[in-house]
């Protein structure tokens, strides 16, 4: 198996980074692994600008494969 790579949508809160997920419209959370994960960098990007955040990136997120 392979590393997983996924693009989230982050903003930094102050001291921490908040990653967008899609509980509820407009929800945040701190943990990257229940953030919503998107295969293409434009996807994440056209939310981006659908919701109009203006402090949020695209961040290309890597996981390493744990079975190795």
Not at 38 to 63: C, L, N, P, S
Request: proline share 1%.
């Amino acid at each position: 198996m392979i590393d997983y790579t996924a693009w989230l949508i982050e903003t930094d809160e102050g001291a921490s980074i908040n990653y967008f997920q899609m509980v509820d419209d407009d929800d945040w959370t701190f943990d990257q692994n229940k953030a919503l994960h998107f295969a293409r960098k434009q996807d994440a990007e056209k939310v981006i600008a659908y919701y109009g955040w203006t402090r949020a990136r695209a961040a290309e997120h890597m996981w390493p494969d744990l079975q190795k």
